[in-house]
């Protein structure tokens, strides 16, 4: 049976370049990417992909870009459309996508867009800035949003705030694409909740915080009209040190067995292994990833290999990973990419 192709998507910021997204040909074999082709958009910071996999939506320095995804992984521009206030940092769509997320760092502001039959973005259906104050320590004084995904069962969305130190779960309405606040997820002070994942049958969240370090999981339950979360495990990545640390990368192995993230300071990568069952997390191994402020990491499909982009040295690096030895070996040299941002593995 033949091997399964893969393309990467990687973003990056496109200071004294004008090719934000860098697309590879994933040598399966061996671990490495080859650049196949590049797209000119501004300062993409984050990726997403529709669930029907035949699109691809980038942030950019002055909205949203819609793409689809040609026969042989490459990119062909649909359209452009402002989301009416500062550059994103994370999008997302729903599980009919019919509509898209977009969280803003910035200026705390949650943009939700209607999707059309080809891929096309729409129209803005909602927009929504938090309030608040939250600690006067640091960056956390005032609200700051960094990501936001639907529940797997499409009823609602989650949407982390970094400066408030809480989730927000928004009940949405996928006919007309409005949110409203139905419940808060609160977590420590100065905590700074920053990517949230679901288990692959939808019923544990996992909420990564980018300043303690750590991860909760709890269990999500759809009853009585009302969702509910019961946190189950608090897992601590590295032991917390004030401005020593900072947590960012956060993702799933292609068969939602292993969870990743990786720790900029410390400049490793941590993999967990998921218990099937309960969900809960066991360590694997927490290795470095020879480059400084690995800002996002994937495992490759088959869990063979894995692929650090280190924001801060600007290189992607490879290693070889045995997850029964709990080993992490590196794999040639590192390969040059500029403040790369984000990365995606796309299944031919």
């Given at each position: 049976?033949?091997?399964?192709?893969?393309?990467?998507?990687?973003?990056?910021?496109?200071?004294?370049?004008?090719?934000?997204?860098?697309?590879?040909?994933?040598?399966?074999?061996?671990?490495?990417?080859?650049?196949?082709?590049?797209?000119?958009?501004?300062?993409?910071?984050?990726?997403?992909?529709?669930?029907?996999?035949?699109?691809?939506?980038?942030?950019?320095?002055?909205?949203?870009?819609?793409?689809?995804?040609?026969?042989?992984?490459?990119?062909?521009?649909?359209?452009?459309?402002?989301?009416?206030?500062?550059?994103?940092?994370?999008?997302?769509?729903?599980?009919?996508?019919?509509?898209?997320?977009?969280?803003?760092?910035?200026?705390?502001?949650?943009?939700?867009?209607?999707?059309?039959?080809?891929?096309?973005?729409?129209?803005?259906?909602?927009?929504?800035?938090?309030?608040?104050?939250?600690?006067?320590?640091?960056?956390?004084?005032?609200?700051?949003?960094?990501?936001?995904?639907?529940?797997?069962?499409?009823?609602?969305l989650l949407v982390a705030d970094q400066g408030m130190d809480h989730v927000n779960v928004y009940g949405f309405d996928d006919l007309n694409g409005k949110v409203h606040l139905v419940d808060i997820i609160r977590s420590e002070l100065e905590s700074a909740p920053r990517h949230i994942k679901i288990s692959k049958d939808g019923r544990i969240i996992?909420?990564?915080?980018?300043?303690?370090?750590?991860?909760?999981?709890?269990?999500?339950?759809?009853?009585?009209?009302?969702?509910?979360?019961?946190?189950?495990?608090?897992?601590?990545?590295?032991?917390?040190?004030?401005?020593?640390?900072?947590?960012?990368?956060?993702?799933?192995?292609?068969?939602?067995?292993?969870?990743?993230?990786?720790?900029?300071?410390?400049?490793?990568?941590?993999?967990?292994?998921?218990?099937?069952?309960?969900?809960?997390?066991?360590?694997?191994?927490?290795?470095?990833?020879?480059?400084?402020?690995?800002?996002?990491?994937?495992?490759?499909?088959?869990?063979?290999?894995?692929?650090?982009?280190?924001?801060?040295?600007?290189?992607?690096?490879?290693?070889?990973?045995?997850?029964?030895?709990?080993?992490?070996?590196?794999?040639?040299?590192?390969?040059?990419?500029?403040?790369?941002?984000?990365?995606?593995?796309?299944?031919?």
């Open positions: 049976m033949a091997e399964s192709k893969y393309v990467a998507y990687v973003s990056s910021y496109t200071m004294g370049d004008r090719h934000g997204i860098r697309i590879y040909d994933v040598d399966m074999q061996e671990g490495r990417f080859y650049e196949k082709d590049k797209v000119e958009i501004t300062n993409s910071s984050y990726l997403c992909e529709s669930h029907n996999r035949k699109y691809l939506y980038s942030i950019t320095d002055t909205g949203v870009e819609a793409f689809k995804i040609c026969r042989d992984g490459r990119l062909e521009f649909i359209n452009w459309c402002s989301i009416n206030g500062m550059r994103g940092c994370y999008l997302s769509t729903d599980y009919t996508d019919k509509f898209l997320f977009v969280a803003g760092y910035h200026d705390g502001k949650l943009t939700v867009l209607s999707l059309n039959d080809d891929g096309s973005i729409g129209k803005i259906t909602d927009e929504i800035y938090h309030k608040g104050m939250g600690s006067a320590a640091n960056r956390n004084f005032r609200p700051h949003i960094n990501c936001a995904r639907m529940t797997h069962d499409n009823r609602y996992y909420i990564l915080h980018e300043q303690k370090c750590y991860i909760d999981v709890y269990e999500y339950e759809f009853k009585n009209n009302l969702p509910y979360f019961n946190k189950i495990q608090t897992k601590t990545i590295v032991p917390w040190e004030s401005g020593t640390n900072a947590v960012s990368a956060f993702s799933f192995s292609q068969d939602y067995k292993y969870l990743l993230t990786s720790v900029a300071g410390d400049n490793s990568v941590a993999v967990y292994d998921v218990d099937e069952k309960t969900g809960k997390l066991k360590e694997n191994f927490n290795l470095p990833i020879a480059g400084e402020y690995p800002k996002d990491a994937e495992i490759f499909p088959g869990n063979k290999f894995l692929v650090s982009l280190n924001h801060e040295t600007d290189s992607m690096t490879f290693f070889r990973v045995d997850l029964k030895a709990h080993t992490l070996v590196m794999n040639g040299k590192p390969l040059n990419v500029h403040t790369p941002n984000c990365i995606m593995f796309h299944k031919l």
